[in-house]
């Protein structure tokens, strides 16, 4: 098998297990096709040609892999369509984005929790999943800033946050 063969044999099987996982699959095949790609960026054509789909399924996955952070569109002189790439600080930004989510998860808990008060039922479970929320928030930043201090400079933190 050649190198561009077992590329995409990789980057399939791996759009598999994040299927598996709850992503929505031909979002996954799209984004690891622009992660295992050895061009630099890739046309909405071009990855209906790779995956073999119709130009509305990777439109729909292009919108959602652009507004969770993963992909971006990037110029290309000379050329009319739009180019996409696997964002540098994808995964950085994806953690990120899920930080936000723990803190509305955190926060909608705790009004629930106001409402109806600790010693209910309902109480009980939201107390739970507050304080879980909580806790992941503060762990997520935590190993977040860890990440930044370990594998990027500060200049580039930034950039994942953007």
Not at 95 to 112: F, H, P, T, Y
Request: glycine fraction near 6%.
């Amino acid at each position: 098998m050649d190198q561009d063969a077992e590329l995409r044999a990789t980057a399939e099987k791996l759009a598999l297990s994040l299927a598996e996982g709850g992503m929505q699959r031909t979002m996954a095949r799209v984004m690891t096709a622009l992660l295992y790609t050895q061009q630099e960026t890739m046309t909405a054509g071009d990855l209906c040609e790779r995956l073999q789909i119709s130009t509305g399924a990777v439109s729909g996955a292009i919108k959602q892999l652009v507004q969770v952070g993963m992909i971006e569109r990037v110029p290309a002189p000379g050329s009319r369509r739009d180019h996409y790439q696997f964002r540098g600080h994808a995964w950085a930004t994806m953690m990120s984005n899920q930080n936000a989510i723990l803190k509305v998860l955190e926060e909608a808990a705790a009004e629930g929790l106001r409402i109806v008060g600790k010693d209910t039922p309902a109480g009980h479970r939201l107390d739970e999943m507050r304080d879980f929320h909580a806790f992941m928030q503060r762990e997520m930043t935590s190993l977040f800033t860890r990440w930044c201090e370990q594998y990027e400079t500060p200049a580039t933190q930034s950039e994942a946050l953007r």
